[in-house]
């Protein structure tokens, strides 16, 4: 039971040190674009996110554009959850030729693996889980750097087996 909380403490402290990349209050704008197989636009939103106080806002209902990305997607609200472990099955695998640790998170029926790159604490993949299984993934393909700070500007979600992507591109960060 000691080496469990131990690992569980580690595990935090991984998932605590990448939430540190994430600006607390901080103003993102850019697009939503859906994309079919063959990489044409099919929906596509300018979306404006406000994070301030601890409270996270977009300026539409994520649920009413049509698309197969979630409130999760675009906040990662999951990063807050405290209910932290390590994927020991898929220890030291790496995303984009980075070495990452896998954690899973979970809050009551809901669980996500992440991929956090060990260095830099930077949250490199993520994955949502039903059934044991992977249902949606999510993956920065592009960083930029806005003013000081790096930070991913092109994400890719995906539902597993729905035939399309969605990115999310962050355009400005004030």
């Keep these: 039971m000691m080496i469990?909380?131990?690992?569980a403490a580690t595990a935090l402290?991984?998932?605590q040190e990448c939430r540190t990349a994430i600006p607390a209050d901080v103003t993102l704008k850019g697009r939503i674009v859906q994309r079919n197989r063959r990489g044409i636009p099919i929906v596509e939103k300018n979306y404006t996110l406000v994070r301030k106080g601890g409270e996270t806002t977009l300026d539409f209902n994520i649920d009413e554009l049509g698309v197969d990305v979630t409130w999760s997607d675009i906040t990662l609200d999951y990063l807050w959850w405290d209910d932290v472990s390590f994927d020991e099955t898929n220890e030291g695998e790496s995303v984009n030729g980075q070495k990452c640790k896998i954690v899973v998170l979970?809050?009551?029926d809901r669980t996500v693996r992440a991929w956090i790159e060990e260095k830099h604490g930077?949250?490199?993949?993520?994955?949502?889980?039903v059934g044991g299984k992977?249902?949606?993934?999510?993956?920065g393909t592009r960083i930029k750097k806005f003013g000081d700070r790096w930070m991913a500007?092109?994400?890719e979600t995906e539902t597993i087996g729905s035939g399309h992507r969605t990115k999310i591109i962050?355009?400005?960060v004030e």
Excluded at 4 to 7: F, G, M, R, T
Excluded at 122 to 129: F, I
């Design 4 to 7: 469990a909380a131990i690992l």
């Design 122 to 129: 930077a949250l490199m993949q993520a994955e949502e889980m």
């Design 170 to 172: 962050v355009e400005e």
């Design 106 to 108: 979970k809050k009551g």
């Design 153 to 155: 500007n092109v994400m």
């Design 13 to 15: 402290q991984l998932v």
């Design 134 to 139: 992977p249902h949606r993934r999510l993956w």
